[in-house]
C-alpha cells in the first residue's frame, strides 16, 4: 500500500486557515448567545434561592403556631389546676396548707401570664414573617417573569445556531484530524493567548490582520511563497497571504451555506 504523501506547506496553511475559519464561526455563534446563558443560570439560581427561602418562612411559621398551640394547651392546664387549688383552699386545715396552696394558684397564674405574653410574641413573628413572605413572593414573581423572557430570548438563539454550532465542532474536529498534531497544539496555544481566538491572520495592508505592526516586504514575499510557516514576531499568529485566505474564505463560506 503507497504510503500517504506528506502534506506540502500551501496545503497545511490552507488547513489551518480553514480551520480558523470553522473555529471563528463557532466564536462568532458564541459570541450571539454572550452571556445569555450565564445570566439564565444565575437567574435560575436566584429563584430557587427564593423558593427555599419562602419554604423556610413558611416552615418557621407553622413551627411557631405549633408554639402558640403548646402555650395554649399550657394555659388551660394552669385555669384546670387554679380551679383545682381553689376548691382545695376552701377544705384546708391550717395556715400551711392555705400558704403552700396560695403559692401553687400564685404560681399558675404566672404560667399564665408568661404563656400570654409569649402568644404575643410569637404572633408578632407570625406578622412580621407574612410581610417578608410576601415581599419575598413579589420579587420572586418578578424574578420568575424575567428568567422567562431570558429564557425565550436563549431558546431562540439556540433554535437558530445550535444545529450551526453542533456542525462546526463536528468540522473543527475532522479538519484538526487532518492537520499534522503539532501544528495543531501550536495553533490552539496560539489561540487560547491571543485576542479574539485568531491564530491564523492574513497580511493587510503590510501587517497581520488585528495588527499594527508592519510586516516587512522581504517576509511578505517569503509569506506570498507559502514554502515554510511564518509567524508574527509581535503577537506569535500564522500568518498567510491575502490571496490563499480571500481563496479560503470563498471555500469555507460555500460549505457554512450547506450548514
Do not use: C, W
Amino acid at each position: 500500500m503507497a504510503k500517504k504523501a506528506e502534506a506540502t506547506v500551501e496545503e497545511k496553511l490552507r488547513a489551518l486557515y480553514d480551520l480558523q475559519l470553522i473555529d471563528s464561526r463557532v466564536d462568532e455563534i458564541r459570541n450571539v448567545r454572550g452571556e445569555l446563558p450565564l445570566e439564565v443560570e444565575d437567574l435560575e439560581d436566584e429563584v430557587l434561592g427564593l423558593k427555599t427561602r419562602i419554604d423556610k418562612l413558611k416552615t418557621d411559621v407553622e413551627t411557631i403556631n405549633y408554639e402558640i398551640g403548646a402555650k395554649k394547651n399550657l394555659i388551660e392546664e394552669a385555669k384546670a389546676l387554679i380551679k383545682k387549688y381553689s376548691e382545695q383552699q376552701k377544705n384546708v386545715r391550717n395556715s400551711r396548707e392555705f400558704n403552700s396552696i396560695s403559692k401553687e394558684l400564685e404560681f399558675q397564674e404566672l404560667e399564665i401570664q408568661l404563656a400570654e405574653k409569649n402568644i404575643k410574641e410569637f404572633k408578632a413573628q407570625i406578622e412580621q414573617k407574612k410581610v417578608v413572605v410576601n415581599e419575598t413572593k413579589e420579587k420572586l414573581s418578578e424574578r420568575e417573569s424575567h428568567l422567562k423572557h431570558k429564557k425565550g430570548e436563549l431558546d431562540a438563539i439556540l433554535a437558530e445556531t445550535e444545529k450551526e454550532e453542533k456542525a462546526l465542532l463536528t468540522k473543527s474536529e475532522k479538519f484538526q484530524e487532518e492537520i499534522d498534531q503539532r501544528l495543531v497544539k501550536a495553533y490552539t496555544r496560539i489561540r487560547r493567548n491571543v485576542k479574539n481566538g485568531l491564530a491564523v491572520v492574513p497580511i493587510e495592508r503590510g501587517a497581520s490582520g488585528g495588527s499594527f505592526f508592519t510586516i516587512p516586504p522581504q517576509v511578505q514575499v517569503e509569506i506570498a511563497s507559502r514554502k515554510k510557516i511564518i509567524t508574527d514576531e509581535h503577537s506569535g499568529r500564522i500568518l498567510v497571504d491575502p490571496v490563499l485566505a480571500e481563496e479560503e474564505q470563498e471555500k469555507m463560506q460555500q460549505m457554512f451555506a450547506k450548514l
